[in-house]
């Protein structure tokens, strides 16, 4: 039976994974629908659930430890990619989650998040974005939009913003997706897929704070608007969205361009999905699609395989005993030149 | 080797040699050999390289002297030597950086070949000081060395510049010579280093026969010293270095324990060799990681411990600083941890190489809220291992953070390493709790040690979640309650202090109450005990302790304290231990000895000052 794949007879349901902490978020924030996905998400798999643990930092979307019926670190402002990278690497067997935010992932923890990504320790890192600081109430983050009045910019930011997903391909991560808590359906397979990766996989997920950036993401993933300005991503099938599937994206002079489709037709610019490209620039080139000028695309970006940090870590360990034997405590004492007093 | 007696021998009890030149002239490694060597004959020793952080500045400039010192002797010694009865200048740079360490009448042997008009310049010379008067107060050899040296590789087909390059080993020949030492060994070395190139070897084991017999046939040499054995305890000893100690102990204490060892550090001197050493073991279930930073390289090891293994930070001061907060999440955490922080000058990036004990308030303070650690300090580089064993029993016992306080100073310093017998250790024993039939409680204590349960991630029906957030006794949930943050922060302070009763009581050498005792910590230990040892040693005046557990003070220090009419404190700073001695023990009169120069004491400035006081 492969465990990392959702069982045929699940023995979890939701219920197993929710801890008996009552849950302190505002009523409306989109992390209820995150940790209920995940909850879900997890109860599909026969893996015990003391065999996850999820590892934090500092921002609402950190709380999320607490609320899992499984193990949990929540540490420190933007360093829970380390406490996860070391856990994993002498406890390779455990599946560890990182939940981060936008200010924690990209701006106080921004150099942990690279460099985990870039070794490819295998975890699943979560960065839950709502452009925003949400539990210090309300100040410009690292994703906000150049201009955004806030608590903190009353003139407005004159910081531009940072596009999570970029610095993850910039990182050579060998997972990345992007999601949103409007669409569980959507987020569950994603986590299916993150879980499923060997490696660091790093999922985006568009939150909506509803107190500090109420409706942020609305207009690309409101009810209304949605169809027309999201675009999921296939491996392998031509970008096609609209409520009538009637539009597609071409590429024109290495630039996404939007325009009609007709299934008849036959396109030879159409853009065709690919997760697996060799080079990340097809990955890198669907960030630079941003409403409102483009739809926007959900799903995964790419997924590669490369050998993981932890797997390497351990192979070099094993490798070394092989080639010298298992240390011998009194020989390492005992070791370079000695000499005998009598 | 032939032993050409033709020169009178004088026998010296205890000789300091500083081995100085160019960083690229190989001191440190002709220093290394002459110690290997001196060790193998039976001497005992000390030393203390002195190098710059440049790792090449421009040839023949201050800046870039690297000098190497050892004392050995017959007796038993404590320090490098104050100040060199020999030195070695292979430039002019390195006799003007060096000329202040050496004894007024010692012996200079220079390099005369490059006592060059341009050389002389580089380092400041207006005239030629071999022959302007500067060294009328000592001996002067001036030996054209890497004139012979050209000559004596003549026939070996080397470059010009690698027969120039072995112009070090010249110079370790004819001190070979001087000192009566053996060659072989260091023959052996070289043939071993230079196997892929035996042309390089051949011509570095002639250079070494070269010098020797300069000191043989030349004239200016008319005596040769003998240095006996020294009457060390019987054992096996090697050479170690503080660095090598403490990356042997930590595998040693991780062994003992039956654990992992994880070392999650970022590269900064003077701590880089641990994170060396130990990557070079990994067959001792060693993992190192090199992080990101100091903060990731923490954050991994605090990753480590809650996964149930050794986990091990090592840094020096600035990373200290930037470990703080992660430092104040494992104690609210109650992890076991181990910080090492290798101690240099500062502020700041401060003077890199240089030596000083400056964290040990950062260490014990230098975190938000009250956060108190344990905190251990080795005496001599071979402490360390000792010491390593000890912080890792008491983090896993306390479930607690330990730091270890070494020095510059002692990570490069090296002496002879009396092996211990590791099977007669004690086993580390780690008890990961299992789930039973009563709720589990992550945060319930030993009621004799006040540790919480060290339970790993992975283990059935004891899923729990922990974090920095404040925590309700008990269960660990997150709690807001006043009077429980009280409790358990006066909690994690009494388990802490509790450590007291399990640690040896603080010893005292010489006269146990009286006029004075002479207190310190780390790696002063060495001069201090000098010291007292020149001054006391007929008479019982002076009483001297040291102290290796700086948090918590070992048990009956108010008494020692006490028992004196004055106690000194030398410290290599402006007076830290002594400001919480003198918080914690008024009415005794503390007097200080401080040293903020990025050297350590010589024996000469505590002697001097426990004289004052007499």
């Given at each position: 039976m492969n465990v990392d794949q959702p069982a045929?007879?699940?023995?979890?349901?939701?219920d197993d994974f929710v801890s008996s902490q009552e849950v302190r978020w505002?009523?409306?924030?989109?992390d209820y629908s995150i940790l209920a996905t995940a909850q879900r998400t997890l109860a599909k798999?026969?893996?015990?659930?003391?065999?996850h643990v999820f590892i934090s930092g500092i921002g609402?979307?950190?709380?999320?430890p607490y609320y899992m019926n499984t193990y949990g670190f929540h540490t420190i402002h933007g360093r829970a990619p380390t406490i996860a990278s070391g856990l994993k690497c002498v406890a390779p067997d455990l599946k560890v989650w990182v939940i981060t935010g936008d200010g924690d992932g990209?701006?106080?923890g921004g150099n942990h998040l690279i460099h985990c990504m870039r070794r490819n320790i295998d975890i699943n890192i979560l960065l839950v974005n709502n452009?925003?600081?949400?539990?210090?109430?309300?100040q410009y983050s690292p994703?906000?939009?150049?201009g955004k009045v806030t608590k903190s910019s009353?003139?407005?930011?004159i910081d531009y913003p940072i596009n999570a997903l970029c610095i993850a391909l910039a990182s050579e991560s060998t997972f990345v997706a992007r999601t949103t808590d409007t669409d569980p359906r959507h987020m569950g397979m994603i986590l299916e897929r993150a879980m499923a990766h060997k490696g660091t996989s790093f999922v985006e997920i568009y939150q909506n704070?509803?107190?500090?950036?109420?409706?942020?993401f609305g207009p690309v993933t409101g009810r209304d608007t949605k169809e027309d300005r999201m675009v999921f991503l296939e491996d392998g099938k031509p970008l096609i969205f609209g409520k009538d599937r009637n539009k597609a994206i071409f590429i024109k002079r290495l630039q996404p361009v939007t325009g009609d489709y007709d299934p008849v037709k036959t396109y030879p610019d159409i853009l065709v999905h690919q997760e697996?490209?060799?080079?990340?620039h097809h990955a890198y080139l669907l960030t630079q699609m941003r409403y409102p000028e483009m739809p926007v695309p959900f799903g995964v970006f790419r997924a590669i395989e490369r050998p993981t940090y932890d797997a390497l870590l351990q192979n070099q360990v094993d490798q070394a005993v092989k080639d010298?034997?298992?240390?011998?405590l009194k020989k390492l004492i005992y070791g370079g030149q000695t000499w005998r007093v009598e | 080797m032939a032993m050409t007696h033709s020169k009178t021998i004088t026998q010296a009890t205890a000789i300091t040699v500083r081995f100085a030149g160019?960083?690229?002239?190989g001191m440190q490694l002709t220093g290394d050999q002459f110690t290997d060597t001196s060790a193998v004959m039976g001497n005992d020793f000390a030393t203390f390289p002195d190098y710059p952080?440049?790792?090449?500045?421009?040839?023949?400039?201050?800046?870039?002297v690297s000098s190497f010192q050892i004392q050995f002797s017959e007796a038993i010694v404590?320090?490098?030597?104050?100040?060199?009865?020999?030195l070695i200048a292979m430039n002019p740079a390195a006799l003007k950086v060096n000329l202040h360490h050496v004894k007024k009448s010692g012996l200079i042997i220079v390099n005369?070949?490059?006592?060059t008009e341009p050389n002389l310049r580089k380092a400041n010379y207006k005239t030629n000081p071999l022959n302007d008067g500067?060294?009328?107060?000592y001996q002067v050899m001036r030996v054209p060395i890497t004139e012979l040296t050209k000559n004596a590789l003549?026939?070996?087909?080397?470059k010009l510049t690698e027969v120039e390059r072995c112009k070090n080993f010249f110079a370790l020949g004819l001190m070979f010579w001087l000192y009566s030492r053996d060659y072989e060994y260091t023959f052996q070395w070289i043939k071993k280093k230079f196997a892929k190139r035996p042309e390089i070897a051949e011509a570095n084991i002639a250079a070494v026969k070269a010098g020797y017999s300069f000191g043989d046939i030349t004239?200016?040499?008319n005596v040769q010293y003998q240095v006996k054995k020294a009457s060390l305890q019987k054992g096996t000893y090697r050479k170690i270095t503080g660095n090598e100690a403490l990356a042997i102990g930590l595998i040693a204490g991780a062994r003992l324990a039956n654990k992992t060892l994880f070392y999650g550090s970022y590269p900064i001197t003077p701590a880089s060799g641990i994170l060396h050493e130990l990557s070079?073991?990994?067959?001792?279930?060693v993992k190192t990681f090199q992080a990101e930073d100091e903060i990731a390289a923490i954050g991994t090891a605090i990753g480590a411990s809650f996964g149930g293994q050794i986990a091990v930070t090592g840094t020096s001061g600035p990373g200290v600083c930037l470990k703080s907060e992660a430092l104040g999440l494992a104690v609210m955490a109650e992890l076991p941890l181990i910080l090492i922080d290798v101690q240099r000058s500062g502020?700041?990036?401060?003077?890199?190489?240089k030596t000083e004990q400056t964290d040990l308030l950062q260490v014990l303070?230098?975190?938000?809220?009250?956060s108190p650690i344990c905190v251990l300090a080795p005496q001599t580089p071979a402490d360390c291992f000792d010491v390593a064993v000890e912080a890792i029993r008491i983090a896993v016992k306390y479930m607690t953070p330990v730091a270890i306080l070494s020095e510059g100073y002692l990570a490069n310093a090296a002496e002879p390493w009396k092996l211990p017998?590791?099977?007669?250790f004690e086993k580390i024993t780690v008890v990961h709790p299992q789930k039973t039939e009563a709720e589990f409680l992550?945060?319930?204590?030993?009621?004799?040690?006040l540790a919480r349960p060290w339970a790993i991630p992975?283990?059935?029906?004891?899923e729990h979640r922990i974090g920095g957030l404040a925590k309700a006794d008990?269960?660990?949930?997150?709690?807001?309650?006043p009077v429980n943050n009280q409790k358990m922060i006066q909690l994690r302070a009494e388990k802490i202090q509790r450590i007291a009763e399990d640690i040896p009581a603080l010893e005292v050498r010489g006269?146990?109450?009286?006029?004075?005792l002479v207190l310190g910590w780390g790696g002063t230990y060495g001069a201090i005990y000098q010291a007292v040892d020149d001054l006391d040693k007929d008479s019982s005046r002076i009483g001297q302790a040291h102290l290796k557990?700086?948090?918590?003070?070992?048990?009956?220090l108010e008494k020692i304290v006490r028992s004196y009419k004055k106690v000194l404190v030398p410290e290599l700073n402006s007076g830290q231990l002594i400001m919480l001695l003198r918080a914690q023990f008024p009415g005794v009169v503390f007097e200080g000895l401080n040293k903020i120069q990025g050297l350590p004491f010589q024996v000469d400035e505590i002697r001097n000052k426990i004289k004052g006081l007499l």
């Open positions: 045929q007879k699940p023995i979890f349901t939701k505002c009523p409306g924030c989109g798999y026969n893996i015990p659930r003391e065999k609402c979307s950190s709380r999320f990209l701006s106080i452009q925003i600081y949400g539990l210090t109430k309300g994703t906000s939009e150049f009353p003139m407005g930011s704070c509803i107190i500090f950036n109420d409706k942020a697996s490209g060799v080079s990340s010298r034997g298992a240390g011998d | 160019d960083s690229g002239d952080a440049e790792i090449r500045a421009p040839a023949g400039t201050l800046p870039g404590f320090t490098p030597g104050d100040i060199a009865d020999v005369e070949s490059v006592f500067t060294l009328q107060d003549k026939e070996h087909p080397l004239e200016a040499f070079s073991h990994k067959h001792y279930d502020p700041s990036t401060g003077m890199p190489t303070y230098g975190r938000n809220g009250e017998e590791i099977e007669k992550p945060y319930a204590r030993d009621p004799k040690t992975g283990t059935p029906g004891l008990l269960t660990g949930n997150v709690s807001y309650d006269a146990k109450s009286g006029q004075l557990y700086l948090c918590p003070f070992p048990r009956g």
